[in-house]
Nanobody, 121 residues
Framework: QVQLVESGGGLVQAGGSLRLSCTAS????????MHWYGQAPGNERELVAS???????IYADSVKGRFTISNDSAKKTVYLQMNSLKPEDTAVYYC???????????????WGLGTQVTVSS
């Protein structure tokens, strides 16, 4: 089994910063990409940023220039540096990873439980 554990959420004033972390553990043979999703109350879960092992990072238009995704592959950890936060960034942020558990298995997506980010005006 694969576990993803997020941390770093909290309450911050508009204009402030937070750094989210997500570490993967368990039966992991390889990871092809790690992602951050956000789900605001009453809304669907949406992609915020992606860090593929091969290729370029991807950002939602709403966070470009403010958020930065980075990765420490040795630690199986992905980070999301969130700057210039806005009240509309308030959401539960979920980590997702595309993981292969054995050399012959296909990549599957696994989710963390999420971390709450609240931005006050």
């Amino acid at each position: 089994q694969v576990q993803l554990v997020e941390s770093g959420g909290g309450l911050v004033q508009a204009g402030g910063s937070l750094r989210l972390s997500c570490t993967a553990s368990g039966s992991i043979f390889s990871i092809s990409a790690m992602h951050w999703y956000g789900q605001a109350p009453g809304n669907e879960r949406e992609l915020v940023a992606s860090f593929p092992v091969r290729g370029s990072t991807i950002y939602a238009d709403s966070v470009k220039g403010r958020f930065t995704i980075s990765n420490d592959s040795a630690k199986k950890t992905v980070y999301l540096q969130m700057n210039s936060l806005k009240p509309e960034d308030t959401a539960v942020y979920y980590c997702n990873a595309d993981v292969r558990t054995t050399a012959i298995s296909i990549y599957r997506g696994f989710w963390g439980l999420g971390t709450q980010v609240t931005v006050s005006s």
